[in-house]
């Protein structure tokens, strides 16, 4: 079997964004626990916009909306470790 360059193409694309999004999420682990904020548990509470987006399934892009939620997810993660 053959398989197409843009096959290997895209698995090769695939590995960059895996890579990206890495590096992206460490970045944003890191904001968070210099704000006293564990970011395993706000993962842990329910399904969290961080959550989401790692996974890529944000259904918004509107800063405001994404905002309100992982301010949500916060006081719910503080809230239950209380």
């Known amino acids: 079997m053959k398989i197409p360059k843009h096959i290997i193409k895209k698995i090769i694309k695939i590995n960059a964004n895996a890579l990206k999004t890495k590096k992206l999420s460490e970045e944003v682990e890191l904001w968070l626990m210099s704000q006293g904020i564990n970011a395993d548990a706000l993962r842990q509470s329910s399904i969290s916009i961080l959550e989401l987006a790692?996974?890529?399934?944000l259904d918004t892009s509107d800063i405001s909306l994404i905002e309100t939620q992982l301010l949500k997810n916060i006081e719910e993660t503080v809230c239950d470790d209380t």
């Open 54 to 57: 790692e996974y890529g399934e």
